[in-house]
């Protein structure tokens, strides 16, 4: 979770009933795939790996990537914030051709990464989110992104938060929607609104209120804000029970989703672009 987001896992509420529909087109890679320009790539990982893997991934954190992992108190959510670090230096090293541990990172004054080392136009723009086990990041050459993933839990009331967070508009869409309907609707909202936070790199300097996002699926889902035409928004479900979205500067092009292969080592992706 990047500096200045609002973490749900402090807003529990009344239960609330989550279901969303799977139609995003994952899949497994037999060789890794080059990053041309226009092109978005998203890749899903879980993060219950094996102990081998995560003291691979581990080995290639830097020393403030290891001391922000050494804060957490549960061992699961240290070690699921390795493995997600990991993950993210080794799909970088792969498309870069280098190796995951000599990747550096610089960050924005509210904790938006990037990459130190690049600076052109076509230089490798990324973001990362996990919750709960599932790490989701995207991707793109050259235009700013946002990804957000969360488990949708029956223990958070939607309409409680949404009040509190959530633009009016957003409050009266919530408010339309069906019983079945407004815990995903809520889940979608909620993950579009951080994807865009996590895009503009600002935190909650952007106030959750001040910009809309609509709740309803489907694969084009508007944003109202002053810059609304610069972004293209998408939701999808990383896997069942997972909400996620992501946000990324037009023109966008072409959209693939991916399977994280711990058995891929990272000489292997290095050594095996498309």
């Not at 052109?120 to 599932?134: L, Q, T």
């Amino acid at each position: 979770m990047a500096t200045g987001q609002v973490s749900l896992q402090r807003l529990a509420g009344r239960s609330i009933i989550c279901t969303m529909s799977d139609t995003t087109p994952w899949s497994t890679p037999v060789a890794f795939p080059k990053l041309g320009a226009g092109e978005t790539h998203v890749w899903r990982a879980r993060l219950d790996i094996q102990s081998e893997t995560l003291v691979r991934l581990q080995n290639s954190l830097d020393a403030a990537e290891l001391e922000r992992a050494s804060r957490f108190h549960f061992a699961r959510d240290r070690e699921h914030y390795v493995a997600c670090r990991g993950i993210l230096r080794e799909l970088l090293g792969a498309y870069l051709h280098r190796s995951a541990a000599s990747l550096q990172f610089q960050y924005g004054p509210y904790g938006k990464p990037h990459l130190s080392q690049e600076a052109s136009p076509a230089a490798i723009e990324f973001n990362v989110s996990h919750s709960h086990g599932v790490g989701v990041a995207v991707f793109a050459r050259g235009r700013e992104l946002g990804i957000d993933v969360e488990q949708m839990r029956p223990e958070f009331g939607g309409e409680d938060i949404a009040q509190r967070y959530f633009s009016a508009a957003e409050v009266a869409e919530l408010h339309t929607l069906g019983q079945a309907e407004k815990a995903s609707g809520f889940f979608r909202g909620w993950t579009r609104k951080e994807a865009y936070i996590k895009a503009r790199g600002l935190g909650l300097q952007i106030p959750l209120d001040s910009f809309s996002v609509a709740l309803a699926s489907g694969n084009t889902p508007l944003l109202h804000s002053q810059d609304s035409t610069r972004w293209a928004l998408r939701s999808f479900e990383a896997w069942s029970n997972f909400a996620a979205a992501i946000i990324e500067e037009r023109p966008q092009g072409q959209l693939s989703f991916y399977n994280w292969a711990a058995e891929l080592t990272p000489g292997d992706l290095a050594g095996r672009a498309i």
